[in-house]
Each structure stands twice: as C-alpha cells, then as structure tokens.
C-alpha cells in the first residue's frame, strides 16, 4: 500500500476534484470524466451530505481558526493490484478510522471517499485539520509517520508489502542508492519517449498519456499522475514543459528533413529514367 498526504487550502477544489475530476474542455468530456470517476461516499465523520453542504461544513469549522491558511488534510491510499477486491466497503472504512486515529484528527470533520477510476483501489480521506475546538491536527513529519502507517496496515490486514523511503528505514535495512531504481519514473520516461515519437505537439502528447493512465497538468510546466496517485513534475524525470517543446520541435525537423529527402530521390529516380 501507498499513501500521500497533501496539505492544502481550499476544500472547495480539493472535495470537487474527488467528486468530479479534473475540469475538462466540454460538457461531453466532462461527463466522460465524471463517469470515469466512480467516485462513492463510504464513510462521514463529523459531517454528512453532497459535494456543496460538505463544502458549507467543513468552512464553517475552518472559520474558527482563521489564522490557520492550510487547513486541509488530504491523503491517498492505493492499494496493490494484487489486492484488489480483497477489501470490503467496512475494512476500508475501519483503515481510514485508524489513519485519523494516528494523525490526531479523529474527533474532526473527515470524509472517506472510494474511487474506481483506476487498476488501482484506491481511498481518499479529506479532513478539517481545524477541530471543533479551534485548535489544528499537527501534521509535521507527515511522510515518515504515512510509511509506518502504511506497513502497520499491511501486516494487519496481510496486504502485499511496499518499501518505505531509505531515509525511514534503520541503516542496516536500507538500499545503497546505487542499486534503487525508482520504476515509475523509468515508465514515465518509457512512455514520455514514446510520445515524442508518435506527437506533433503538447495537445497530443496530453492526449498519448492520458491513454496510458496518466493524469496531466499542463500550465507553467507539466506534471504527470500515474494510477497509483503518484505525482511527478516533467522537470523531476528530465522532461520539463519547454524540454519536452523543444524535443517535439526537432522531431518534426527530423521529419520534414527525412520527407525532403525521400522527395529528392523520389525525383532524382524519375529524372535518371527520364534520361535513360
């Protein structure tokens, strides 16, 4: 199992993304998108109701502690594709109880929610890190205390074991870098490769690797997240937005060279029959 924490800003455009996707070009794409989602309510705490009045409550309790900027926590758990379906509606739910428990925000407004847009079951459990009191869930040392949860509910539960980060492992455990090769990014890089090959431009790249399963975010720069959630900025893999232009640039140089190549021998084969 994987998990991620984000910490954020607006319930609002955190709680639309889990209920509707990301915003797309049309109302048709968008259904599409909505579709996709399969986005499903299993567990309230503290709250209750659709997207909007969720919206209403949790702002109203982000209210009392105004000087609080980031007061959403939004974590991510995806399970293995060998453990898909090996969990019910109530497990899920009792694993998200338990996450609460360990980051202090049990007695806070959060909502589990279920997503099947992926060959991934994966949870998301957005949550008011501002409690009834006014006072705010601590989320420091976020990622090592994830990695520990994370290892503590696949032995709980007899969930196929994922490595935690080297720098959350004893000394004696840990993987020299040398030898750790991060398998997401070098797929990510199969598939970016690909895509300049097979792409005119970034409209059509976008396009390319949504169909291999990633999700893009294109402004300033591009950011790519695969189906288990896992995010990466073009920049992190050596493919950043103006690399990745200046790649579809040469390769339609290369193209319109090999064209005018080919067009130039086509003709000089004519002229040397013509002669003949």
């Given at each position: 199992?994987?998990?991620?924490?984000?910490?954020?800003?607006?319930?609002?455009?955190?709680?639309?993304?889990l209920?509707?996707?990301?915003l797309?070009?049309?109302?048709?794409?968008?259904?599409?998108?909505?579709?996709?989602?399969?986005?499903?309510?299993?567990?309230?705490?503290?709250?209750?109701?659709n997207?909007?009045?969720?919206?209403?409550?949790?702002?109203?309790?982000?209210?009392?502690?105004?000087?609080?900027?980031?007061?959403?926590?939004?974590?991510?758990?995806?399970?293995?594709?060998?453990?898909?379906?090996?969990?019910?509606?109530?497990?899920?739910?009792?694993i998200?109880?338990?996450?609460?428990k360990?980051?202090?925000?049990?007695?806070?407004?959060y909502?589990?929610?279920?997503?099947?847009?992926?060959k991934?079951e994966h949870?998301?459990?957005?949550?008011?890190r501002i409690g009834?009191?006014?006072?705010?869930?601590?989320?420091?040392?976020?990622?090592?205390?994830m990695?520990?949860?994370?290892r503590?509910?696949?032995?709980?539960?007899?969930?196929?074991?994922?490595?935690?980060?080297?720098?959350?492992?004893?000394?004696?455990h840990?993987?020299?870098?040398?030898?750790?090769?991060?398998?997401?990014?070098?797929?990510?890089?199969?598939?970016?490769?690909?895509?300049?090959?097979k792409?005119?431009?970034?409209?059509?790249l976008?396009?390319?690797?949504?169909q291999?399963?990633?999700?893009?975010?294109?402004?300033r720069?591009?950011?790519?997240?695969d189906?288990?959630?896992?995010?990466?900025?073009?920049?992190?893999?050596?493919?950043?937005?103006?690399?990745?232009?200046?790649?579809?640039?040469?390769?339609?140089?290369?193209?319109l060279?090999?064209?005018?190549?080919?067009?130039?021998?086509?003709?000089?084969?004519?002229?040397?029959?013509?002669?003949l």
């Amino acid at each position: 199992m994987i998990g991620k924490i984000i910490v954020g800003k607006s319930f609002r455009g955190c709680l639309s993304y889990l209920f509707e996707g990301r915003l797309q070009e049309s109302k048709e794409m968008q259904d599409l998108e909505l579709a996709k989602k399969q986005a499903e309510v299993i567990a309230f705490n503290q709250c209750f109701g659709n997207k909007k009045e969720l919206i209403k409550q949790f702002n109203e309790v982000r209210n009392l502690n105004t000087k609080q900027s980031r007061p959403v926590f939004h974590a991510t758990l995806s399970f293995a594709h060998n453990d898909a379906g090996k969990l019910d509606k109530q497990q899920k739910t009792d694993i998200a109880t338990e996450l609460a428990k360990s980051f202090k925000f049990e007695d806070n407004q959060y909502v589990v929610i279920s997503h099947a847009d992926t060959k991934h079951e994966h949870l998301h459990i957005v949550a008011n890190r501002i409690g009834f009191d006014g006072k705010t869930a601590n989320d420091s040392n976020s990622y090592k205390r994830m990695a520990n949860f994370c290892r503590q509910i696949e032995q709980a539960y007899q969930l196929m074991p994922v490595l935690s980060p080297n720098k959350f492992l004893k000394p004696e455990h840990r993987v020299p870098q040398s030898r750790r090769i991060d398998q997401r990014k070098e797929l990510l890089k199969q598939h970016l490769r690909s895509a300049i090959q097979k792409c005119s431009n970034i409209r059509q790249l976008k396009q390319y690797m949504e169909q291999q399963g990633y999700s893009v975010e294109l402004g300033r720069g591009i950011a790519f997240t695969d189906r288990q959630q896992v995010r990466f900025k073009g920049s992190q893999v050596g493919y950043a937005l103006l690399d990745i232009g200046k790649k579809l640039q040469l390769r339609q140089k290369q193209l319109l060279e090999t064209e005018r190549m080919e067009k130039q021998r086509k003709s000089e084969k004519h002229e040397r029959g013509l002669s003949l």
